[in-house]
């Protein structure tokens, strides 16, 4: 299977509530990472894994956790959600150093 | 020291003209710079991408040029057509396959 695949497309939940994005990456791809992209703005790097090991987190504050699992998938998941955490999350994955990435269609989290 | 700074933030052009999009960066270790293509509801798709050992990178209409000293670097489009209307980032690493930088973006729109 090609490409990156990301479920649910979109969500809504409520202040408070914690929520898990997934990512289906290709095979081989031991690299993901993942992005939030607010409305009108670049994305932003929250954490990479590889091989299942986080081994870079951007600045966003520990209730934004992850995993990545051995089927090149992988989760995001956010607790204790705020109004600002509404934005388009991008998964993307990579074969490793000296490859590019792959970027999902994203899920666009509406938080109200 | 980590930003990328985009400019415009939009742009209008004829069809068959040329599309500028201008980025400079900060992080002199920055190495690797790629352009991102995103349409409403997708994720980025990676255009080109070019290291800083290389001044001027084509594929077909779209070229990147690339000026180290002044930490700059540039998109253009080619006879650009209406399926080009796209929002455009620039991005930078610190390595092919690291985590990106991503400038603000600019909205582009090509009048038929």
């Known amino acids: 299977e090609t490409g990156v695949t990301q479920s649910p497309t979109h969500l809504i939940k409520t202040r408070g509530q914690q929520v898990t994005l997934r990512c289906s990456s290709q095979?081989?791809?031991?690299?993901v990472s993942w992005y939030q992209q607010a409305l009108g703005q670049g994305p932003q790097f929250i954490f990479q894994?590889?091989?299942?090991?986080?081994?870079g987190r951007g600045n966003f504050p520990p209730r934004f956790s992850g995993l990545q699992f051995p089927n090149y998938s992988s989760e995001l998941n956010v607790n204790a959600l705020e109004l600002d955490d509404s934005a388009l999350y991008l998964c993307?994955?990579?074969?490793?150093?000296?490859?590019?990435?792959?970027f999902g269609s994203g899920t666009r989290l509406t938080v109200v | 020291q980590q930003q990328v700074k985009q400019s415009p933030q939009s742009l209008i052009v004829q069809k068959g003209g040329i599309s500028i999009i201008n980025c400079a960066y900060e992080?002199?270790?920055?190495?690797?710079f790629p352009w991102y293509q995103q349409f409403p509801g997708k994720g980025p798709a990676l255009l080109i991408a070019?290291?800083?050992?290389?001044s001027e990178k084509k594929e077909g209409r779209f070229t990147i040029s690339f000026n180290k000293s002044a930490k700059q670097f540039s998109l253009h489009i080619m006879d650009s057509q209406p399926g080009d209307s796209a929002t455009y980032f620039c991005?930078?690493?610190?390595?092919?396959?690291?985590?990106?930088?991503f400038g603000q973006g600019t909205e582009l729109s090509v009048k038929p």
């Open positions: 993307a994955s990579s074969p490793g150093q000296g490859y590019g990435y792959t």
């Open positions: 095979s081989g791809h031991n690299t």
């Open positions: 894994y590889y091989r299942e090991e986080e081994n």
């Open positions: 992080n002199t270790a920055f190495d690797y």
């Open positions: 070019i290291r800083p050992d290389v």
């Open positions: 991005a930078a690493s610190l390595n092919q396959g690291g985590k990106l930088i």
